[in-house]
């Protein structure tokens, strides 16, 4: 599971550049969708969010408990239990539930994944996520339909040039989370009231989001104060929204077919 994935050549759209790296075993499936989805990508004006770490003493130490519990070990009884309620959380929605496989994997040096695995279990089959739109997420090691990567800055653009030293990214069937990001936010996120927990959160469901067919900021922001769409580029912009990590009722749908 801490192995890069595999040859899946995937083209990167938007971008025209591409090629993931070769060199492993944990591939993806073979139905990569062509198009990357840079978010926060390098060309865009991002001098209001220039990313730092930083919060209140108070709300990070009331945030450094959710942190925790995120990545607390999981055993195979609480996976379980996890994957049941999402299950339920889907034919709530009137969806038939459909599970997806995830390899997970860090490229650079990025330290222990065991946090990081658990973090994206929990969001990724939380009831406020996308188990509302039908799909459920069980870690794999091999035969994956994604790959979800933690990555050191440095190795960004190894994915795609569109990709950002900066910002997180997906490129086909791999899911890029730039550690810096994991670690540290984004300055005007967090000071927009926004908290580490939640920013992994986010972050977590707005890429995995491109995986599920959702492309950047095709919902827009409703109005000042409003909750912003999963899929608005928060990280670049909150556009007057307020921070948010879960998919609003109007992006819950999946486009699994490409
Ligand atoms: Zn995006």
Sequence with gaps: MRTMPGDATAA???????????????SATASAKASASADESSSASASSTSPASASSAESSDNDSAKIAALEANLTGAE?????TKAKQTALEYDKTPTTLKYCVAGKGDV??????????F????????????????EQADSGCDFTIVLAAP????????????????????????????????????????????????????????????????????????????LMQEQSMSLRGCSPNAWPLDDELWTDLAY
């Design 154 to 229: 440095s190795e960004m653009k190894t994915f795609a040039d569109g990709c950002s030293d900066q910002y997180s990214c997906r490129v086909g069937d791999d899911v890029i989370i730039n550690k810096e990001r994991w670690d540290d936010g984004v300055e005007a996120w967090l000071a927009a009231g926004g908290t580490l927990s939640q920013y992994r959160t986010m972050v977590i469901n707005h890429e995995v989001g491109h995986r599920l067919g959702h492309v950047d900021n095709e919902t827009t922001c409703a109005g000042a104060g409003q909750a912003a769409p």
């Design 79 to 83: 996976k379980n239990e996890i994957l």
């Design 122 to 137: 929990r969001v990724l089959n939380d009831p406020r996520g996308w188990p509302r739109a039908g799909v459920v997420f």
């Design 12 to 26: 990167a759209g938007r971008q025209e550049t591409s090629s993931v790296p070769a060199s492993g075993p944990a």
């Design 111 to 120: 330290g222990s994944l065991t946090g990081f695995e658990n973090t994206i």
